[in-house]
């Protein structure tokens, strides 16, 4: 007799997971979509699609591979990695489109 045993794959997983949880789903949910921005700024996680990065941090995040105070951390630090960068980018100038065509009427 060959018994069968149900292979569940993590978004089976996931959610089970998500539809048994506690009062702190949605503030959870925040935090693993900001979890989520974060390990795709990680070079490993470059290439993975955005979908399967949510459905990981997600898991981290119920089943506590990551905690509060870890993302906490890495977000403060992505913002200042952030905020640096928009710093040393050049600010453009932005011409009204009739500003242009009122030169070329005046000339």
Not at 10 to 35: F, T
Not at 78 to 96: G, L, Y
């Amino acid at each position: 007799m060959t018994t069968h045993a149900k292979v569940e794959n993590s978004a089976e997983i996931l959610d089970r997971l998500i539809s048994d949880y506690g009062p702190s789903k949605y503030q959870d949910i925040v935090r693993a979509m900001q979890w989520a921005r974060h390990l795709r700024r990680q070079e490993e996680f470059r290439q993975i699609p955005m979908a399967e990065l949510i459905e990981r941090s997600l898991l981290d995040v119920v089943d506590k591979k990551v905690t509060v105070a870890e993302i906490e951390k890495y977000v403060k630090e992505d913002q200042a990695i952030e905020e640096k960068m928009m710093s040393k980018r050049p600010e453009k100038t932005h011409r009204e489109p009739s500003e242009g065509r009122a030169a070329k009427e005046a000339a």
